[in-house]
């Protein structure tokens, strides 16, 4: 099998010659924009030679462009307009990319969730921090204004869902590499979750099923922390035509399972030991993630679960 048949054979449920394979971290400075970004995953792709690429949203976060102040500023968030710089400036990422790579291996895009990307924002202002980190002040206008931030959430999401459309068609991705957060031990409740996090991850999710059914969902234990993976069955039960959602469920108790050091049901033993070989010899930096795509399981993320 080559390295488009051997994913696209996990990807519909059926046996590869061995587990698909692949490794990204984050670009930084001069690597993390324009034409220098486009040869640093080239790079990392012909050192690493994976079967498939994450091309990364170094240097094209989204941009909240609305000044933060209070709780309520995020009630006078707007859309981006649709000629924006970050739209064209991400399609084009993904547009090179896939003239470089397209022919050898299937590509996604980096999404963060709209939680994510508002917590990532760089117009806070001192006074709304009041010392405090970025995610600690979210958290806090979460439970100071609910709705402000919600309104934050749906138009982040919205542009996002946009953003999905334009890498698919224009960019020359398979699908989104979305990952989300949120889950995390001790943050909030699961009802919570379902009320401040979920819709919006969700919106995202289904505007990219509309126009791919092969989008990777990134569970991420950023920084460490251990997650609710229970939390996140509904968003592995919205796959068209795929995993109900009762099967999703399943797959959440088999990750809980197999645990953070183990391996998932029907993984090759080693194959985690090599994913991280690999990630060093390609001279991967800080957030490097070994992973894999196997039968019946989805993604397997060592650093994900």
């Not at 000629?83 to 996604?108: K, N």
């Not at 068609?169 to 889950?183: E, F, K, N």
């Not at 968003?235 to 959602?245: I, V």
Request: charged share 25%; glycine share 10%.
């Amino acid at each position: 099998m080559d390295k488009k048949e051997r994913l696209m054979a996990v990807l519909n449920g059926t046996m590869p010659d061995r587990p698909p394979v692949g490794l990204w971290f984050h670009f930084t400075d001069a690597e993390s924009r324009g034409e220098a970004c486009v040869q640093a995953h080239v790079r990392t792709y012909k050192q690493s030679n994976v079967d498939f690429v994450k091309i990364m949203s170094d240097g094209l976060l989204y941009p909240v462009r609305q000044r933060i102040d209070c709780a309520a500023d995020w009630a006078k968030l707007a859309p981006l307009p649709r000629d924006d710089a970050f739209f064209a400036d991400t399609v084009e990422r993904c547009a090179r990319i896939h003239e470089e790579l397209g022919e050898e291996c299937c590509l996604f895009y980096n999404f963060f969730s709209p939680f994510t990307m508002i917590r990532a924002a760089e117009s806070f202002t001192e006074h709304a921090l009041a010392g405090r980190t970025k995610d600690e002040t979210v958290m806090a206008h979460l439970r100071e204004n609910e709705a402000a931030v919600l309104h934050a959430l749906e138009v982040v999401a919205a542009d996002l869902a946009h953003l999905a459309e334009l890498v698919i068609h224009r960019g020359g991705c398979l699908g989104i590499y979305q990952s989300v957060q949120g889950a995390e031990k001790g943050r909030m409740s699961e009802e919570e979750h379902r009320r401040w996090i979920a819709p919006s991850d969700l919106m995202v999710l289904k505007a990219a099923n509309l126009h791919s059914q092969y989008n990777i969902l990134h569970m991420c234990s950023w920084a460490g922390f251990a997650n609710h993976l229970e939390y996140w069955k509904e968003k592995l039960g919205d796959r068209r035509g795929g995993t109900a959602a009762g099967k999703g469920k399943e797959l959440v108790s088999r990750q809980r399972a197999a645990g953070r050091a183990g391996q998932p049901p029907g993984f090759p033993a080693g194959i985690r030991h090599k994913g991280a070989a690999a990630a060093g010899g390609a001279g991967a930096g800080e957030g490097n993630g070994p992973h894999a795509v196997y039968p019946g399981g989805g993604l397997y993320s060592p650093l994900g679960f």
